[in-house]
Structure formats: structure tokens, C-alpha cells
């Protein structure tokens, strides 16, 4: 595909239940971002993958939050036992190059913990 | 602790006007500033971007002016047109060696309507 692509667009789970949000990056882009962005605000950062090694994992809010890309392509960001406070939108980005800063981002995820 | 700040929080704009969109920032290891635009059920789509080695860029009808001194930077939309309405997020990121992820902090956003 063009752009980022990311599944479910839309994801309503209820408390409790674990959740798995999948990222397909641009093909050939080597860097993967994961973000989380609440209404009204700008994204925030959650993790950084380049190729399959996961080099930044600092903005995950908690041990419940983990995400993988096994083979360098594509990512899923897993969160168990969701709690309501996780509801929000959370994107996936692509960059070309290791060390590039230029983000695509995808159309996310709307994630709403009932 | 917000690194970087972005104002206003909305702006309106009569058609042919220019938009300005002004953010501030408190790491001066940031070295890379660009701004996205987001349309309504979008993801925020790359617009323009700068180092902090020139104090404007432009393209098109947009243009960032930056200013290190004052750790400032700003996006101008010339010519405004409705096309333009949309959420426009400023962002920095630090790019030199050793700083490993290049994450992006956002700014918290700045909705512009451009009105007929």
C-alpha cells in the first residue's frame, strides 16, 4: 500500500480484556513509531523500533503496554488488562532511514475501554 | 513538563489572509522542527520541516521562520484558502548523534478555520 496502514480502525473493548493494534509501515522503511494521541492534543511518543530491534521503549506508560516487529516490518502494539484511562488514538508511523526524523503517519486506531 | 508549546489554540482566518501559528520550545538539544497537518479522521501528514541551521524555509505558501536565540519557531500560511482548515501540530525532535529514537514532541495543536 501508499501509506501506513493500521487495523482496527475502530476498537471497543471492555475493561479488563487484553488488546492487540496492528501497523503495517510503508514498504522499505526501516523505522516504526508508535504514538498515542488523546482528543485535543498532539501526538505522544510510546516506542521507536528500528528494523525488528525495539530501541526506545520510554514513553510506554506501563508494564501492561508491549510492542513487537519480529521480522522488521510489521508491528503490534499489545496492551493487557485494559483499563478506561487507556481509551484514546493510538498511531503508528513509518520513517525510511535509521536516524531519519521525517515521520508518515498512519490513520490510527480509535481504542475506547468500556 | 510541556517541552514545547504551541499557540493559539484555534484561529480563524478570512480567505487570502496569512495564518500564523507560533510554538516555543525548552530543549535546545532539539535540532529538528518540522509541522504536520491534520485533517478530520486523518493521520498528521508531514507539511514543512527545519534546522536549526537557517532561520526560514519555504514552500509554496508556507513558510517557517525560526528563531534560536529565542528558542521560537512559527508556520505562515500565506494566502489562506479553506483548503487550509485543518488541525496544524507543531513538533521538534533530537536528531544528533547518540540521541538514539528521534521521537517528535507535539505541540498540543492549533485548530484554523479559513473562512470564505
Known amino acids: 500500500g501508499a501509506g501506513v496502514s493500521q487495523s482496527p480502525r475502530y476498537k471497543v473493548t471492555k475493561r479488563g480484556q487484553d488488546v492487540a493494534l496492528r501497523c503495517d509501515p510503508i514498504?522499505?522503511?526501516?523505522?516504526l513509531y508508535w504514538y498515542r494521541q488523546a482528543l485535543g492534543q498532539g501526538p505522544e511518543f510510546l516506542t521507536y523500533f528500528n528494523y525488528e530491534a525495539q530501541q526506545d521503549k520510554s514513553g510506554l506508560p506501563n508494564d501492561r503496554f508491549s510492542a513487537e516487529r519480529p521480522e522488521g516490518s510489521i508491528s503490534t502494539l499489545t496492551i493487557q488488562r485494559t483499563e478506561q484511562r487507556d481509551s484514546a488514538m493510538y498511531r503508528c508511523a513509518s520513517s525510511p532511514r535509521q536516524g531519519s526524523p521525517e515521520a508518515f503517519f498512519g490513520q490510527g486506531t480509535r481504542l475506547t475501554v468500556v | 513538563q510541556q517541552q514545547v508549546k504551541q499557540s493559539p489554540q484555534s484561529l480563524i482566518v478570512q480567505k487570502g489572509g496569512i495564518s500564523i501559528i507560533n510554538c516555543a520550545y525548552e530543549n535546545t538539544a532539539f535540532d529538528y522542527f518540522p509541522w504536520y497537518q491534520q485533517f478530520p479522521g486523518k493521520g498528521p501528514a508531514l507539511l514543512i520541516a527545519i534546522r536549526p541551521d537557517v532561520s526560514e524555509k519555504k514552500e509554496g505558501r508556507f513558510t517557517i521562520s525560526f528563531n534560536k536565540s529565542a528558542k521560537q519557531f512559527s508556520l505562515h500560511i500565506m494566502d489562506s484558502q479553506p483548503g487550509d482548515s485543518a488541525t496544524y501540530f507543531c513538533?521538534?525532535?533530537?536528531?544528533?548523534?547518540?540521541?538514539?529514537?528521534?521521537?517528535?514532541?507535539f505541540g498540543k495543536g492549533t485548530k484554523l478555520s479559513v473562512i470564505p
Open positions: 513538533a521538534a525532535a533530537e536528531t544528533g548523534s547518540g540521541a538514539g529514537s528521534y521521537q517528535l514532541t
Open positions: 514498504s522499505g522503511h526501516v523505522s
